[in-house]
């Protein structure tokens, strides 16, 4: 599907809402999420509406090997050092609350953590 005119994250790729950007290319963007769980906390999205990882297939399997594998060059380039995680959430049970697919990537210290 291309571009859905009631979602959020459509409304980002197309500069209807700013955004903290930290990577475009054809097929994606990254920008910084707006309530950070982490010190270091973006999301990277298709360009092209996709509700959730519920509608991807073999199709986007190119799609989502890139996405996730910018997240390490992200963190990089953004000062983060000492490792992240990758995370989306799928669906209700899942926790997802915006549905156009988004990889949630998380680093820099955690204080709540010991030693
Ligand atoms: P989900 O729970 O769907 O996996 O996560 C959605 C994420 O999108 C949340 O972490 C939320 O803070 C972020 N978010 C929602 N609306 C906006 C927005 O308008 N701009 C940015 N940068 N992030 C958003
Ligand atoms: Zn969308």
Same mark, same amino acid.
């Given at each position: 599907?291309?571009?859905?005119?009631?979602?959020?994250?459509?409304?980002?790729?197309?500069?209807?809402?700013?955004?903290?950007?930290?990577? +475009?290319? +054809?097929?994606?963007?990254?920008?910084?999420? =707006?309530?950070?769980?982490?010190?270091?906390? =973006? /999301?990277?999205?298709?360009?092209?509406? =996709?509700?959730?990882?519920?509608?991807? #297939?073999?199709? +986007?399997?190119? /799609?989502?090997?890139?996405?996730?594998? %910018?997240?390490?060059? %992200?963190?990089? +380039?953004?000062?983060? #050092? $000492?490792?992240?995680?990758?995370?989306? $959430? #799928?669906?209700?049970?899942?926790?997802?609350?915006?549905?156009?697919?988004?990889?949630?990537?998380?680093?820099?210290?955690?204080?709540? %953590?010991?030693?």
């Amino acid at each position: 599907m291309s571009a859905d005119p009631h979602c959020i994250f459509c409304k980002i790729v197309a500069g209807q809402i700013p955004s903290k950007k930290v990577y +475009e290319d +054809e097929q994606v963007l990254a920008f910084h999420d =707006i309530h950070p769980w982490a010190p270091v906390h =973006i /999301l990277i999205i298709p360009k092209r509406h =996709i509700a959730s990882m519920a509608d991807v #297939t073999e199709a +986007e399997s190119q /799609l989502l090997g890139h996405m996730v594998a %910018l997240g390490p060059k %992200l963190m990089k +380039e953004l000062g983060v #050092t $000492n490792g992240f995680r990758h995370v989306i $959430n #799928t669906g209700q049970d899942g926790g997802q609350e915006v549905y156009h697919l988004h990889l949630h990537v998380m680093g820099g210290p955690r204080p709540w %953590l010991k030693g």
